[in-house]
């Protein structure tokens, strides 16, 4: 059973657009964390979520933890190109020893 | 402050060889934590270690796989004997408290 699941798996959209992609899970978190990986690197840490209800902002990336700490979204306004990457969401499960575990990813493409 | 480093880049083996992976953590982690990526994939926890402790090795399988972090010197993922079936990318991350991770590049390793 997946712990955390990311949907959708895959996003295909055009420059300029906005999008939304979700973490969803029936555990509750003490904190989220998103990365962003590029191919063949290393997942480089955006945020991290701590509060219920939460949102951060980091230019045009917009986070949000759900009230109850179980899930989380984030929001890309006018996609770029660069924007192009694996999405992970990870967080520390209360009822899983504080271990963090990681959803599988959403796959984003950007087109110019 | 560098950050997460892991070498070599990129492991070429043949069956039945050995493989040892490097991670030297950001200066001031204690903690560090061994993922493995197959393409397409999430990350799949390996295992946590402190310095000369390891904490959690759920992730490891049960034969060839062993992990150390020393009082001195890197974090080493050792695979002995090496199957095709251990071709993937392998993360390290670290972190100051069991918190947010910061990962390395990776290593991927091919096995022939």
């Known amino acids: 059973t997946q712990l955390l699941e990311q949907s959708p798996q895959f996003l295909s959209i055009q420059e300029g657009e906005n999008l939304t992609v979700y973490c969803n899970s029936s555990?509750?978190?003490?904190?989220l964390q998103w990365y962003r990986q590029e191919p063949g690197e290393g997942p480089v840490l955006l945020v991290t979520v701590v509060t219920g209800g939460e949102v951060k902002k980091l230019k045009r990336l917009t986070f949000q933890f759900g009230d109850a700490r179980k899930d989380s979204s984030l929001h890309i306004t006018a996609a770029q190109p660069g924007d192009t990457g694996l999405y992970l969401c990870a967080g520390e499960a209360m009822n899983r020893d504080d271990k963090i575990i990681f959803g599988k990813g959403t796959r984003l493409h950007i087109l110019p | 402050n560098a950050g997460v480093m892991q070498n070599p880049r990129h492991l070429v083996r043949r069956r039945g060889q050995e493989a040892r992976l490097r991670c030297s953590p950001m200066?001031?982690?204690?903690?560090v934590y061994w993922y493995r990526q197959l393409p397409e994939e999430g990350l799949k926890f390996m295992v946590y270690l402190q310095k000369e402790n390891i904490i959690d090795e759920s992730g490891m399988p049960k034969e060839r796989f062993s992990a150390e972090f020393p009082k001195e010197g890197p974090s080493i993922l050792r695979i002995q004997q090496v199957v095709r079936g251990d071709s993937a990318a392998y993360f390290c991350?670290?972190?100051?408290?069991?918190?947010?991770?910061?990962f390395g590049p990776g290593t991927r390793l091919l096995v022939l």
């Open positions: 200066k001031g982690h204690s903690h």
């Open positions: 991350a670290s972190s100051p408290v069991a918190e947010t991770q910061y």
């Open positions: 555990s509750v978190f003490s904190s």
